[in-house]
């Protein structure tokens, strides 16, 4: 009977450790999901010489996003551009140009990132001269026509100069507004004869 016992003890005791080994098991990997790369922030689609038009509701081109190079990323539905350029198109109003060396365009793409070396430029008209904004970053909803930043911003426009911390940017409206620190050199513009 000794004997029996004996097993009966070792095979409890083997049952014991089993069940345990089960437990600890599943409680270690429910807390570890199986990787489906979803979490991570690698791109599905690389796209060279990138280019995109809005068209607004008559049929017109309201703004075109061009590229040299695109990344998509999954994760949370963005693009990456180098170099890009943005330009925004008015009736009856010149157009805007956007310029930098790297932007972010969020999964909506109501929302344009730039950043690294951003110049806006409206082109001149004939009773204007060209309008040129550099900036280290600049937030813009094409859409709507706005841009800001909270960042040092230095424009020229002709012979006239202003610089800033900060700018809101309506090109809807063609104002342009310069924060806070802001000094400048205004040259005033000759009467056409």
Known sequence: MKSTSGQVFAIALLSLLAALSFWLERTISAGVS????KSRHDPDAIAENFSALQFDENGRVKYRLVAPYLEHFPD???SELKNPTLTSYRPDAPPMTLTSRNARVANDGE???LW???TAVRDATSERPAMVARMPDLTVQPDTGV???DSPVEVTEGASWMKGVGM???NDTS???LQSRVTGLIHPR???K
Do not use: I, K, M, Q
């Open 168 to 170: 809101h940017l309506d």
């Open 76 to 78: 949370d539905s963005s």
């Open 175 to 177: 104002t342009l507004v």
């Open 147 to 149: 841009a800001h930043t």
């Open 190 to 192: 000759r009467a056409p």
């Open 34 to 37: 199986e990787p489906d790369g």
């Open 111 to 113: 929302t344009v990132y």
């Open 116 to 118: 690294d070396d951003v």
